[in-house]
């Protein structure tokens, strides 16, 4: 009796083991373990920093064993950082019905890119003996990426100097980076000035710092709008100005060689009286 027992569970275990056995190997014999295959096409696409997933994309198919042609699952997955100034990876995947997952890398170059851009657009003066002035107060930034990334300017200061008997200057450098990795830094001098000084008519501009392709061109005369005085600007119907009483001194800008450059406007009488300046920082990007 024992022993016809002991060959029941012996048989038993053999069918299970067999069973197993089976399952196991036509499991492994019919699902499918095979991620698509990404084809990049071109190994470095260049593309506007405007361009979209679909763009991205372009020149790529991908192929799945069983499912075949499958393209049309093909996503960006992510981007690095910049390993040079507007070129960095992408990341692709394709997808089969499997949920197998093939992925690809290639470089993707941005041929308008540029650095993240400051904008200026009040004069740093102020009257002195004032406090707790807010130099970001009038300073934004943008990208070409990102858009506006005010939010992520960093300030420091530098030496405050004595400029005159009648100012002190504080240097200030603002920086700002863009989710890429790209990196601006601009230095600033904020000007805490005596009465006098502070009250005095100056020419206004629309912005206090401009930017300009290498060798190209700027109309500078485009950024004067008015008069300013004491922190208030008016236009020029309101004045006896006009903007004909600005003389531009652009002896310091060269436009052929980038770099940050300083263009004087001088606001002067009919009969050729010097009265106050404004300083438009002018950047010449390469």
């Known amino acids: 009796m024992m022993k016809k027992l002991r060959i029941a569970i012996l048989a038993f275990f053999l069918v299970v083991s067999a069973v197993f056995t089976y399952t196991f ?11 698509p295959v990404i084809n990049i096409g071109e190994s470095v696409l260049t593309v ?12 790529m198919t ?8 499958v393209t049309d699952t093909l996503v960006v997955i992510s981007k690095s ?21 093939g992925t690809a890398t290639r470089d993707v170059i941005y041929e308008d890119y540029y650095s993240p851009r400051f904008h200026l657009y009040e004069p740093l003066r102020y009257a002195a003996g004032t406090t707790g002035n807010d130099y970001l107060e009038h300073i934004t930034a943008e990208d070409c990426l990102d858009g506006n990334i005010t939010q992520q300017i960093k300030i420091s200061f530098g030496k405050t100097t004595t400029a005159s008997s009648e100012s002190t200057v504080q240097h200030i450098i603002v920086q700002v980076t863009n989710s890429c990795g790209d990196t ?14 502070y009250s005095q ?4 501009l629309k ?5 300009m392709p290498q060798g190209g061109t700027i109309d500078l005369r485009s950024y004067i709008v008015g008069v300013w005085a004491a922190g208030y600007v008016r236009s020029f119907d309101d004045t006896k100005f006009t903007a004909a009483n600005v003389f531009v001194d652009e002896n310091g800008l060269d436009r052929s060689t980038p770099g940050v450059y300083n263009v004087i406007f001088k606001l002067r009488t009919a009969d050729g009286e010097e009265l106050g300046s404004a300083t438009l920082i002018v950047i010449v990007e390469d």
């Open 201 to 204: 008519q100056a020419p206004a």
């Open 81 to 101: 950082k910049f390993i040079s100034k507007g070129r960095l990876h992408v990341n692709y995947a394709a997808f089969d019905s499997n949920k197998n997952i």
């Open 25 to 35: 190997v036509n499991r492994r014999m019919t699902v499918d373990y095979n991620a």
């Open 48 to 59: 506007s920093v405007e361009a979209g997933e679909e763009e991205l994309l372009s020149g």
């Open 207 to 211: 912005e206090y710092i401009a930017y």
């Open 62 to 69: 991908a192929h799945d064993n069983l499912d075949g042609d």
């Open 184 to 197: 601006s830094t601009l230095e600033l001098v904020a000007s805490m000035e005596d009465y006098l000084l």
